[in-house]
């Protein structure tokens, strides 16, 4: 057995600070000779990838559990006292919510207690809410920092921690890398402050959130609608069905719907109520067909215009629809392509386009939609992957930029925000905002795929899809290493057949072209992300997932020759080919 993982492991079966039955069951696991699992819990400490730290639940040091959790918290709430005092605080605050999972509530109350054992106020929904209420809640207490407890989609034995900044926004450097530190630091658990989570609340450092801060984010988010008059009167023709796959998202999707005058909306009774098992569904992750089969059974037996689905913690939302007999299942760059022509349309046809008025994508994101914004006379900036970047250049524009207004963000990954009021990705929002869309198209008697073909006859053709790769445990991690060096050393001028124009390696921060080999600077920070871009304005992305064992490739072809039908069978071959050449290199590796 690796020694160094086994000496962490009976370093925790001897250490009195923990509980004995969390003892046991490591003592259990050591005594049981399961090498592969002892590795597996204790060769590293859980790291801070693009949305915090995500594991299985469980004992070891790169396992979620309360411990884990309570000293995550004590490195946070380091830096938050920390960086307050640089700026002259006096009353440090921190905002908490949490999803349906399990232990996802036991888990808050720890951080809720960690923190009132420093000093920082602690405030903490009184029922689960999703990730934009989160945000909304750290930018309206003002709060130097915030927690949501959730592993998103992730399978049932999963939980998580994001951190979110004094912005709203998921932590960004350095306070990233400070809370890594000391997180990474503290080698003894009883270093660790906490408090009875009682006594917190009765010395007032502990602080419950109602209905009353929930409120104000519905009025908030309803007041971007872009045709509120259209919905109040006529949202009632849209026949909608909603599925919260067992999350948070049940009680705020409907309540913002109902506000902007949504009224026929039917929710799958199976996935209504919060469930840490998550019974019907392999995965709750909207993005697969598979988690809206009950919303789409349900809207094809009451004929229902459309079916929603959102993620646990409610920041994404996939969506199906009837055509022809068939059910259609956009992807998200598809979505987004939908929300941006449609927000930035909308805007200056009734002429509340703001001044200097900007879009924020990620570099994985359909290009597409850049030129969409760029015919509205909105300015986009890309960003590395994540809604923390995404949302970390709204902060930067909002103090170097305050000229410059927000419009819209959008990442492929199903996550979009249409508004200020948070600082990442917003499913609540987005399903309005959706409604809105099949709403304004339905009138027309036109459908979504109606309505992209429309913008596609008009900005070209554009064909996205993502390929994951999974590998598991220590193994998989040195697999994806491999991955990622070999097609960093590419050096053939052709891919796939299909001839590089330049090659972006963000680990280094520059980009080398393939006609001459002159190098240039790359205007964002350092990430372990390539880009392949091909004289024909195709583009592969590649890069390792922070919050999962896998590796994510960006697939995002232009087909600009032939008619509409042509492109989209050039482009699907095109697809299939890329897809094959990828599997055989990443299998070589």
Known sequence: MEQNALDRAQAWANNSYFDESFRKEIQDLIDSGDEKEVIERFYKDLEFGTGGMRSIIGAGTN???TYTIRKATQALANEIIRSGKEEGLKEFKIAISYDNRRFSFEFAKEV???????????????RLNPVPLLSFSVRHHKAQAGVMVTASHNPPEYNGYKVFWNDGAQVTPPNDSNIINNYNSMTNFSSVKTMNFDDGLSQGLIHWVGEDVENLYFEAINSKAINSKMCTEEGGKLNIVYTPIHGTGFVPCTTALSNLGFTNVQVVEEQKLPDEDFPTVSSPNPENPEALALAVKLMEDTNADVAFGTDPDT?????????????????????GILMVHYVMGGLKKSGAMPSNPYFVKTIVTTPLQDQIAESFGVETFNTLTGFKWICGKMNQLEKSNPEKNFVFATEESFGYLNHEFVRDKDGVSSITLLSEICLHYKLQDMDLVDALDKIYEEYGFSSETLLNLNYFGKEGSEKIARIMENFRSYSDKTFCGEEISYLEDYSTGESKSFT????????????????????????VY??????EPKIKFYIMIQEKE????EKKSKALAKTDEFLSYIKQQAEQA
């Open 63 to 65: 396992r979620i559990n």
């Open 112 to 126: 809720a207690s960690v923190m009132a054992a420093n000093n920082v106020h602690a405030y903490i929904y009184k």
């Open 315 to 335: 920041d994404r939302v996939g969506l199906a629809f009837k055509k022809n007999g068939e059910i259609v299942y956009l992807n998200g760059n598809q979505i």
């Open 516 to 539: 001459d080999s002159k190098l240039s600077k790359l205007d964002l920070p350092s990430s372990n992300v390539l880009g392949f871009n091909f004289t024909n304005g195709t583009k």
């Open 542 to 547: 590649m890069r390792p997932s922070g919050t």
């Open 562 to 565: 032939g008619s509409l039908s």
